[in-house]
């Protein structure tokens, strides 16, 4: 193509072909994925257990607010804090029980304007907000929880069951319940069922939250703690009950 510069036609159509050029330059170039075991904002496309996030907490495609904290403490206190932000309209960051324990794009003022705050006070109003799909979210997570009770002879709970509340099992009844459906032989936190376990209840006592249930909603999320999808997991077989849920978010809004 021949330019003539006196034109202004020309010189038009120069100045738009380098402009492309150099936009072309500035684009951003993609970014690899983390390495395995890598602590990062950014979800990798799966969890690994070292990320102490039971919860799928910023586990989806594209996200820079992925939760991963250095301890299983951290990551299930991080969970039921946002269980009591869903639960209590009246919930501040100052008042839970422990220290407020921030993530990526979730620091204290994010915690007090949380669109969701207070709008599910029971497991079922987490449908469609927590989890995609979510329609039967939270049905599904007190199901687990009622086959649990079921083994030492409770009473199951109904669907009005909410999510403050002090816990109804014991650390030894969970973890005994982990090992008889025998997921044991797949779990892969550096703690124990029964220890894990124990950490709900603690975490759940202080900040007012349902820990025995929150463990529930942590074996839907994780695959009994399994983490299926995961590179260390993938030639194992998944429950066909698990479907695996992650919480439901729009990354201009939602935590």
């Not at 942590?218 to 695996?244: K, M, Q, R």
Request: charged share 20%; proline share 7%.
């Amino acid at each position: 193509m021949v330019l003539r510069f006196g034109s202004r036609r020309a010189a038009a159509l120069l100045i738009v072909v380098l402009g492309i050029a150099a936009l072309s330059a500035c684009q951003p170039a993609k970014k690899s994925p983390p390495a395995s075991g890598e602590c990062t904002q950014y979800f990798r496309g799966y969890v690994l257990a070292s990320d102490h996030n039971c919860a799928g907490l910023g586990a989806f495609s594209g996200s820079d607010r992925y939760m991963c904290k250095p301890t299983p403490e951290q990551g299930v206190r991080a969970h039921l804090q946002h269980l009591r932000n869903y639960a209590d309209p009246n919930s501040h960051w100052w008042d839970l029980g422990n220290p407020f324990e921030p993530r990526p794009k979730y620091d204290e003022a994010a915690f007090e304007n949380f669109p969701y705050k207070g709008q599910a006070p029971r497991w079922i109003d987490l449908n469609g907000k927590w989890a995609v799909p979510g329609s039967t979210y939270g049905q599904t997570i007190l199901r687990i929880y009622n086959e649990m009770r079921a083994e030492f002879g409770l009473p199951a709970v109904t669907d009005e069951t909410t999510i403050m509340g002090a816990s109804e099992l014991t650390a030894a009844q969970i973890g005994q319940r982990v090992c008889s459906v025998g997921r044991c032989a797949t779990w892969k936190p550096e703690i124990t069922p029964t220890q894990m376990a124990q950490v709900f209840l603690d975490e759940g006592a202080a900040v007012g939250v349902r820990g025995d249930i929150a463990f529930c909603q942590s074996i839907l999320e994780t695959g009994w703690f399994s983490w299926p999808s995961s590179p260390s997991a993938a030639a194992e077989a998944s429950d066909p009950a698990i479907d695996g849920y992650f919480e439901l978010q729009n990354v201009t809004e939602r935590n």
